[in-house]
């Protein structure tokens, strides 16, 4: 079974520009999460899609990012304009629920880097 | 909300011998805690979990306890080996819909030859 792919797996722009990460989950999974996780910290939650619509973007600093998943499948994550302190790799997760006892199996991440 | 802690940051232990990392959370309606490991360059994979109706679950080597009186729970690690060694995060949540993970800081385990 194929896992959760990403790309890409890296990226260096400059404060100010912009920048688009994309997530295709385990098929079939209708739950997809993208986290992000700074150096040495734990992953934190940026938005949850349930198929094509949003669970919870409560974390999500929407001035600057956002996110879509149309048809249910395939993910985007933008960040506009990026801040140095956007600096983090920002990991994808699909699950075949949204219950939280449903594994959710993580992507190898984007690691992004703003100068 | 909910707010994990986790200790040690950090973890040396000789092969074969056993680790310990310990996590409390604050929120006394979580009930599913989850333990991930995380290995250089790649996302985070579930080991174990545990659901709050049952005080100890074991998988092989790998263990987990909670103590919901305390909100504190615990990994344990048996008969370390060199390929245990990765970052490892536990996590706290209400088993809900929409209901997601707060995880802790992480513990860098590194398993000395």
């Known amino acids: 079974e194929a896992g959760v792919a990403q790309s890409p797996r890296y990226k260096i722009i400059e404060k100010r520009q912009s920048v688009a990460f994309w997530c295709n989950p385990i098929?079939?999974?209708?739950?997809l999460y993208w986290y992000q996780q700074i150096l040495g910290q734990g992953p934190k939650l940026l938005i949850q899609?349930?198929?094509?619509?949003?669970?919870?973007d409560s974390q999500l600093p929407k001035d600057r990012f956002s996110a879509e998943r149309l048809k249910g499948v395939d993910s985007t994550l933008k960040i506009q304009p990026a801040k140095l302190e956007d600096s983090a790799v920002y990991l994808c997760?699909?699950?075949?629920?949204?219950?939280?006892?449903?594994?959710?199996?993580f992507g190898p991440g984007t690691r992004l880097t703003v100068l | 909300g909910e707010n994990v802690e986790q200790h040690p940051s950090t973890l040396s232990v000789q092969e074969g011998d056993s680790a310990v990392i310990k996590c409390t959370y604050s929120d006394s309606a979580s009930n599913y805690f989850p333990w991930y490991k995380q290995e250089l360059g790649k996302g985070p994979q579930l080991i174990i979990d545990?659901?709050?109706?049952?005080g100890e679950k074991k998988d092989q080597r790998i263990a987990v306890t909670l103590n919901k009186t305390a909100k504190h729970f615990s990994l344990h690690i048996t008969e370390t080996q060199p390929e245990d060694s990765a970052v490892y995060f536990c996590?706290?949540?209400?088993?809900?819909?929409?209901?997601?993970?707060?995880f802790g800081p992480g513990t860098r385990l590194s398993v000395l030859p």
């Open positions: 899609f349930q198929n094509n619509g949003v669970v919870d």
């Open positions: 997760a699909s699950s075949s629920t949204g219950l939280a006892w449903n594994e959710q199996f």
């Open positions: 545990i659901r709050s109706n049952v």
């Open positions: 098929s079939g999974h209708a739950t």
């Open positions: 996590a706290a949540s209400i088993n809900n819909y929409g209901q997601n993970f707060v």
